[in-house]
């Protein structure tokens, strides 16, 4: 997405297509960085491996409810 393509002329579709495009890179889109994972794959598989680590110790945790637009 290239700001030049809106020209700014209206921001309340500019930032509806900035929000669009960081919900898809963030959700979607692999980062090589993650192990070709999208940052929200990332993130589930962390939780997901502490639920186990803490299953084992006895620790209670809290659970992440996560919700998009």
Request: hydrophobic residues 30%.
């Amino acid at each position: 997405m290239y700001y030049e393509d809106y020209e700014l002329k209206d921001i309340y579709e500019f930032n509806k297509k900035m929000l669009q495009y960081m919900l898809w890179y963030n959700t979607e889109r692999p980062h090589h960085s993650l192990n070709k994972k999208s940052p929200l794959q990332y993130f589930c598989d962390i939780i997901n491996s502490n639920k186990s680590e803490f299953s084992q110790t006895g620790m209670t945790y809290t659970q992440i409810r996560l919700s998009f637009l």
